[in-house]
């Protein structure tokens, strides 16, 4: 059972990144699947999560507008689409898979090693 992020990178402020998140040996169709993101010296936040039925939820109010989650369960992925990038956004992003929605990082069964994001002013 794995889940990979990729698609982090280094972007100027007001760019775009769109992250991938993988799954193997587990299908994500059943799962809420939900981005953190820790930045150096922080604790980690929740950023948004979208539910089994394709419903998002955002855990962070500083990226509504700029950020959305879609799923294609068909190649058993999740998509984190961001963009207008500030430096504050800097930090590794982790996808992670519970049975239901939550905010709480202790809910989430499977988590991905995380991709670096990092945002120049």
């Known amino acids: 059972v794995q889940l990979v992020e990729s698609g982090g990178g280094l972007v100027p402020a007001g760019g775009s990144l769109n992250l991938s998140c993988a799954a193997s040996?587990?299908?994500?169709?059943?799962?809420?699947i939900a981005w953190f993101r820790q930045a150096p010296g922080k604790e980690r936040e929740g950023v948004l999560c979208?539910?089994?039925?394709?419903?998002?939820?955002y855990f962070s109010d500083s990226v509504k507008g700029r950020f959305t989650t879609s799923r294609d369960n068909a190649k058993n992925t999740v998509y984190l689409q961001m963009n207008n990038l500030a430096p504050e956004d800097a930090a590794v992003y982790y996808c992670?898979?519970?049975?239901?929605?939550?905010?709480?990082?202790?809910?989430?069964?499977?988590w991905g090693q995380g991709t670096q994001v990092t945002v120049s002013s």
């Open positions: 992670a898979a519970a049975p239901y929605l939550d905010k709480a990082p202790g809910v989430y069964h499977y």
């Open positions: 979208i539910s089994a039925r394709g419903g998002t939820t």
């Open positions: 040996g587990f299908t994500l169709d059943r799962y809420t």
